[in-house]
Nanobody
């Protein structure tokens, strides 16, 4: 079963940038859509951004459009989330996972495979 290791989180001030990485072990990665999700304690998991296997289609939540960019390197089994213009409301634990379906206007929920990486944005 594929496992994921997320990294790149940290504490930044509003307006700052971070680049998250998710390294996936196992051959499943090269056959999978990938996505970034986030969760705040006491709240449900939120889809942030998703990308198809080929990278030809990406979905973004309205709250991050124009600020976040998802990409992937299939040779390295890594998916990235470049985050610009961070806001305090972006504070959450970020996870990567493999959604079953990605459409231009939606991305399926998926169970995280790793421990996540914490992003904290101060005002």
């Amino acid at each position: 079963q594929a496992q994921a290791v997320e990294s790149g989180g940290g504490s930044v001030q509003a307006g700052g940038s971070l680049r998250l990485s998710c390294t996936v072990s196992g051959s499943r990665f090269i056959h999978s859509n990938m996505g970034w999700y986030r969760q705040v304690p006491g709240k449900g998991r939120e889809v942030v951004a998703c990308i198809t296997l080929s990278g030809g289609l990406a979905y973004y939540a309205d709250s991050v459009k124009g600020r976040f960019t998802i990409s992937r390197d299939n040779d390295k089994n890594v998916v990235y989330l470049q985050m610009e213009g961070l806001k305090p409301e972006d504070t959450a634990m970020y996870y990567c996972a493999s959604p079953s379906i990605i459409r231009p206007q939606s991305c399926a929920d998926a169970e995280p495979r790793g421990q996540g990486t914490q992003v904290t944005v101060s005002s």
